[in-house]
Nanobody, 115 residues
């Protein structure tokens, strides 16, 4: 059974930082690409960042220079370091992977950026 469990969300002031974690089980983690998405209230879910099995990364233009994605294959985990947070970063953040042709989502973690 594939499971993705996000953690690390919360309330932070503009300009602050948070680190999200996603613990994965049920797949050969090191062989899978991983991604983070987010969904703000009233908006569609949008892609934020991806990391390949080799460690190569891609970031959405809206978060380049502020966010970083990383992985620890020994811990079956993927991370999203978020710096210089803005109110428009407020959303539920989801971890995603695809395995054997099927997509899997975590339950999401809320990030709220507000003073």
């Amino acid at each position: 059974q594939v499971q993705l469990v996000e953690s690390g969300g919360g309330l932070v002031q503009p300009g602050g930082s948070l680190r999200l974690s996603c613990a994965v089980s049920g797949i050969i983690f090191g062989a899978n690409n991983m991604a983070w998405y987010r969904q703000a209230p009233g908006k569609d879910r949008e892609w934020v960042a991806s990391i390949g099995s080799s460690g190569s990364t891609l970031l959405a233009d809206s978060v380049k220079g502020r966010f970083a994605i990383s992985r620890d294959n020994a811990k079956n985990s993927v991370y999203l370091q978020m710096n210089s947070l803005k109110p428009e970063d407020t959303a539920v953040y989801y971890c995603f992977t695809r395995d054997s042709g099927r997509g899997y989502w975590g339950q999401g973690t809320q990030v709220t950026v507000s003073s």
